[in-house]
């Protein structure tokens, strides 16, 4: 399978630990996007990346969120000092450049207790 | 009031029907417009992808975009159990879609 790889794909965290996530995108996909989507609801954009570089952060990451992705390939998201209300799905999407179909993974879902 | 409006559902028909879903958007500015299907616990996938106002087909599937009045559907014929998901919209200002805005998705049900 070669799509949108994230791991790990289920995550439950007592409130106040730390958490990373992994995204590995479709091979020479030079754009990576991080959504968040909660129940009932659409996905809402976070990030994106092309190449190494962030290019734009919504004002939803908080202080507690970062996301990297160091070489160009796959990227971290690590939500520090976790709440109860980050208890949601984390989607990440890839493309090739912009104006073509992003591909989405099949999420991690995020529990904190 | 959020930028993109979505009745949520849950829709239930019977195979073989016709099914409309609709948006409406607040933002003009919106020029790119997507329908996005997804199954349960499963991440969205891109249906279908037009620009500006008009319609555009594929195979069962038909979307409408009129910007005047800031409304987008989806229409799905011949409908199948198979076509069970959630239909999400989104809508983006630029080509390059870095950042989708998404409606809430309205959950569908095809009846055998």
């Known amino acids: 399978d070669t799509g949108v790889s994230q791991n790990p794909r289920h995550k439950i965290t007592k409130r106040g630990q730390n958490v990373t996530f992994r995204c590995d995108p479709i091979?020479?996909?030079?754009?990576l996007y991080w959504y968040r989507q909660t129940l009932g609801q659409g996905p809402e954009f976070l990030t994106y990346?092309?190449?190494?570089?962030?290019l734009e952060k919504s004002r939803l990451l908080s202080d507690r969120f970062s996301a990297e992705r160091p070489k160009g390939s796959f990227s971290t998201l690590e939500i520090q000092r976790t709440e109860q209300g980050d208890s949601a799905m984390y989607l990440c999407?890839?493309?090739w450049g912009g104006g073509n179909t992003i591909y989405f993974g099949e999420g991690s879902w995020l529990t904190v207790v | 009031q959020k930028e993109v409006e979505q009745d949520p559902g849950p829709l239930s028909v019977p195979e073989g029907a016709i099914v409309s879903l609709n948006c409406t958007y607040s933002?003009?500015?919106?020029?790119?417009f997507m329908w996005y299907r997804q199954y349960s616990r499963k991440g969205p996938e891109l249906l279908m992808y037009?620009?500006?106002?008009g319609n555009k087909e594929d195979g069962r599937f038909t979307a409408q975009v009129d910007k005047s009045s800031k409304y987008i559907s989806l229409f799905i014929r011949d409908s199948q159990p198979s076509d069970s998901a959630t239909y999400l919209c989104?809508?983006?200002?630029?080509?390059?879609?870095?950042?989708?805005?998404f409606g809430t998705g309205t959950r569908l049900t095809i009846i055998p």
């Open positions: 999407a890839s493309s």
């Open positions: 933002n003009s500015a919106f020029q790119y």
């Open positions: 037009t620009y500006s106002s």
């Open positions: 989104a809508m983006s200002e630029d080509f390059g879609n870095e950042k989708l805005t």
């Open positions: 091979s020479e996909h030079n754009r």
């Open positions: 990346f092309q190449n190494e570089a962030q």
